[in-house]
């Protein structure tokens, strides 16, 4: 299983903006299919964006449309930028591999993903 390290977390005022790292141990993330995942306090993991394997077809949750962009470089990074961050958005940020071929707007379930990394957290103070 490929390992995955998360980095780029931080504290940051809203409006601001961020970026996530994600690097893989190993190179080769054209077998993979990558998600970004967040669980806020008190809440559930939920998904934040997906890039399926090819790294072309991407897709966002409704509350980051518009403000986040994930993308994938080298074979070994997958990067989220985050734009305009609101408390909301406060979290813990994971990202997650999977070999599935599925489209990326079919890989919405945290069961379908058999890597992960263990987080960076991002807070947004008002």
């Known amino acids: 299983q490929v390992q995955l390290v998360e980095a780029g977390g931080g504290t940051v005022q809203t409006g601001d903006s961020l970026t996530l790292t994600c690097e893989a141990s190993?190179?080769?993330?054209?077998?993979?299919?990558m998600a970004w995942f967040r669980r806020a306090p008190g809440k559930e993991r939920e998904l934040v964006a997906v890039?399926?394997?090819?790294?072309?077809?991407t897709h966002y949750s409704d509350s980051v449309q518009g403000r986040f962009t994930v993308w994938r470089e080298d074979d070994k990074n997958m990067y989220l930028r985050m734009n305009r961050l609101s408390h909301e958005d406060t979290a813990v940020y994971y990202c997650?591999?999977?070999?599935?071929?599925?489209?990326?707007?079919?890989?919405?379930?945290?069961?379908?993903?058999?890597?992960w990394g263990q987080g960076t957290q991002v807070t947004v103070s008002s």
């Open positions: 190993e190179q080769t993330l054209h077998r993979y299919a």
């Open positions: 890039i399926g394997w090819t790294g072309s077809s």
């Open positions: 997650a591999a999977t070999k599935s071929r599925l489209p990326a707007t079919m890989l919405a379930s945290e069961s379908t993903f058999t890597s």
